[in-house]
C-alpha cells in the first residue's frame, strides 16, 4: 500500500513563510518587556535589562528575536492580529534582502537572495563577441533583479553577481558571433561578489544548561553576524545535530521537528544483491564540498489506502559515512539482480529512527472568535515556536504568500490546485476547475510486509470535496511569483481536454474522480500583511 517514493517534496515549507511574534504587540518584535540591546551575549546580559532572544524567556516566541547590526537590520510583517514577524534580514549596503548560507571559506555568510540566471559563459553584449559576458534570466521574469546567481555545473556554491545594464541584442560565440535569439532576457552581467562582499556570521547555542526533565530534544541556534547583529537561524535535533522544521510528517498526525534533511532514501533501488541494504542519496554536492557528514535521510511514503496519492507520512533512518558502490532492483518476478545505473553522492542507510526522536510539543489551539491567528509549538523550557496561521473567517489555516495583487496576504491551505479544461467539443473555451483523484492503481506491490498495507486492495470512491483551492503562479523570479485562492462550487459530470495528438476529446467524470467548479476570492477579501521593507 505504500508507494516508496523520493521525498520530492521540499520539507522547509513551514520556512517559506512561517508564524508571527509574541502576543503583545506593543513590546515590539523582540522585546520581553523590556529594553533591547544590540550587544547582549548569550548568557542573556545586555546593556538594557532584556534578553537578546539566546535565553530561554517562557512565552517568548524563539525564531522571532532578533536584534540589528551596524549593517544588517531585520525585516518584519505587520500581521493582522497587530503583531509582528520575521521576514528576513536587509542588507543596509547592498540593499537587498540575504540569508545566511555557508560559502567556501566553511563559514556563514549573509547571502543576497538573488534569482536565477542562466549560465551564460558563450554570450556576450556586443557583436564581435569581445565585451564582458552577458547574463540572462528566464523571460518569465518581469525585470532585471539587481543580484544574480550562477548556479549547476560544478560549482560547489552559487557565485553571485550584480546585473548591468539590459541587453536588447546579445550575441553568441559559436564558430562565429551570431545573434542570441530566445534566451530569455540578457543584460551585461556585473562583478562576482566576494564571501568578504557580506556579512559573515558564527552560530551560537542556548547558554543555559538543559531542563530538569532531561535533555531537550529540540535546541534553538542563533546567528551572530561580525556587524553586531543576532538573531534566530534554525532549529535543531539533538540527534544528529540535525536542522528540523515543526510539521506534521507521520503517521500519527502528530507535529514534530522533523528533519531538514539533505538526503533521501532510495526507495526502489537497494545497494547490495540481496536487496535488503539501503542506501541515500545526498541532494547536493554542499555537503561534498564543505566535509559535512549527512547523518538522517527520509522515505517518504504514499499510501492507497487513503486512494491518494499525497504524501501521508515520512519514515527517517541514521546514515553512515560509507558510500554504496554497487545497485540492484527486484525484477518483476521480485528476484534482485543487478541494476545498471551508477547513482553520485551516496551513503549507506542504517537505523530506522522513531517518530519520538522529533519531540511532540504541544501546539496552541487558535484564539477563539479571533479573526487572526498565530499559531506557536510549546517547548519543554517555556519557550515558543512559530508554527503558522489562522483564519478565523474561513475557519482554516493560511501560509503568508504573495497573493494577485502583489500584497502579502494569508492564502487558505490546500493540497487542491486548479487546473484549467474545456467547456466546448471544439475546445476552444478554457476555464479554472478544482479536479481530486483517488489512487489510480492498487500500490500494494510496494509494501515490503508493511503492516500499514492491510487494505491495499479496498476500492476507492471519489475524494472528498475540498473547500478551498490554489494556483501559484511558478514563474522562474521569486518576486513575480504569486497565488490565487478559490471556493469549490458545484460538481461537473464532464469535460474537455487535449490528447496527446491534441485532439479534443470529452471526458466523463466517472469513480474515483471529482470535478468541481471554483470561484476565486477576490484578494482584498484575504488577510493582509504589511512587509517592513519593500
Known amino acids: ?121 558563450g554570450i556576450y553584449a556586443d557583436s564581435t563577441c569581445t565585451m564582458p559576458q552577458a547574463g540572462v534570466v528566464d523571460v518569465s521574469c518581469s525585470r532585471i533583479p539587481p543580484f544574480v546567481r550562477l548556479t549547476g555545473g560544478a560549482r560547489c556554491f552559487d557565485d553571485v553577481y550584480a546585473s548591468g545594464a539590459s541587453l536588447s541584442n546579445p550575441y553568441v560565440l559559436v564558430g562565429a558571433c551570431e545573434p542570441a535569439f530566445d534566451r530569455g532576457k540578457a543584460f551585461v552581467l556585473g562583478a562576482k561578489l566576494a564571501s568578504s562582499d557580506f556579512v559573515q556570521g558564527d552560530v551560537e547555542e542556548w547558554a543555559d544548561a538543559p531542563p530538569t526533565t532531561g535533555a531537550r530534544p529540540i535546541r534553538a541556534q542563533f546567528m551572530r553576524g561580525e556587524d553586531g547583529s543576532l538573531g534566530f537561524h534554525r532549529w535543531v535535533l539533538e540527534t544528529g545535530k540535525t536542522e528540523c522544521t515543526f510539521s506534521k510528517q507521520s503517521y500519527d498526525d502528530t507535529v514534530r521537528c522533523y528533519p531538514v534533511a539533505p538526503a533521501t532514501v532510495n526507495g526502489f533501488t537497494f545497494a547490495d544483491p540481496t536487496c535488503s541494504t539501503r542506501f541515500a542519496e545526498v541532494g547536493n554536492q554542499r555537503t561534498e564540498c564543505t566535509g559535512e557528514t549527512t547523518q538522517i535521510a527520509a522515505l517518504g511514503q504514499r499510501t492507497s489506502d487513503s486512494c491518494s496519492y499525497q504524501l501521508t507520512g515520512t519514515d527517517w533512518f541514521t546514515v553512515g559515512p560509507s558510500p554504496a558502490t554497487s545497485f540492484y532492483q527486484k525484477n518483476a518476478g521480485g ?47 517555556g519557550t515558543r515556536g512559530r508554527h503558522g496561521y489562522y483564519d478565523g473567517t474561513r475557519n482554516v489555516r493560511c501560509t503568508m504568500e504573495r497573493a494577485a495583487d502583489l500584497s502579502i496576504r494569508c492564502i487558505p491551505e490546500s493540497s487542491s490546485f486548479a487546473r484549467y479544461v474545456y467547456t466546448d467539443a471544439a475546445c476552444t473555451e478554457s476555464k479554472l476547475v478544482a479536479r481530486v483523484v483517488s489512487a489510480e492503481r492498487d500500490l500494494s506491490e510496494h509494501c515490503d510486509g508493511d503492516p500499514r498495507c492491510a487494505d491495499a486492495g479496498l476500492t476507492c470512491a471519489a475524494p472528498a470535496k475540498p473547500t478551498f483551492v ?19 462550487g458545484e460538481a461537473l459530470v464532464q469535460y474537455y481536454e487535449r490528447d496527446r495528438d491534441n485532439t479534443c476529446v470529452n471526458h466523463v467524470v466517472g469513480t474515483g474522480e471529482g470535478v468541481y467548479d471554483i470561484s476565486e476570492i477576490p484578494p482584498a477579501e484575504l488577510l493582509g500583511a504589511v512587509p517592513s521593507h519593500p
Open 470 to 488: 490554489r494556483l501559484t503562479n511558478y514563474t522562474a523570479c521569486s518576486y513575480d511569483r504569486t497565488t490565487r485562492a478559490f471556493t469549490t
Open 1 to 121: 500500500m505504500n508507494l516508496r517514493t523520493g521525498l520530492a517534496l521540499a520539507l522547509t515549507v513551514m520556512a517559506t513563510f512561517a508564524a508571527c511574534v509574541g502576543d503583545d504587540p506593543s513590546a515590539g518584535p523582540l522585546s520581553d518587556g523590556g529594553t533591547t540591546s544590540s550587544s547582549g551575549g548569550l548568557d542573556g546580559s545586555t546593556s538594557g535589562g532584556a534578553s537578546d532572544g539566546a535565553t530561554p524567556v517562557p512565552g517568548v516566541v524563539v525564531d522571532d528575536r532578533y536584534t540589528a547590526g551596524t549593517r544588517l537590520e531585520p525585516t518584519w510583517l505587520a500581521l493582522p492580529d497587530g503583531s509582528q514577524r520575521f521576514a528576513g534580514w536587509y542588507d543596509t549596503k547592498l540593499r537587498i534582502t540575504c540569508t545566511y548560507r555557508v560559502q567556501a571559506n566553511g563559514r556563514y555568510a549573509c547571502v543576497p537572495d538573488a534569482e536565477d540566471a542562466i549560465d551564460s559563459a
Open 335 to 381: 528476484q534482485c539482480e543487478a541494476y545498471p545505473v551508477t547513482f553520485p553522492r551516496t551513503r549507506i542507510v542504517g537505523t530506522q529512527l522513531p517518530v519520538e526522536t522529533f519531540g511532540a510539543p504541544p501546539v496552541e489551539a487558535p484564539a477563539p472568535g479571533a479573526t487572526f491567528s498565530s499559531i506557536h509549538v510549546q517547548l519543554p523550557d
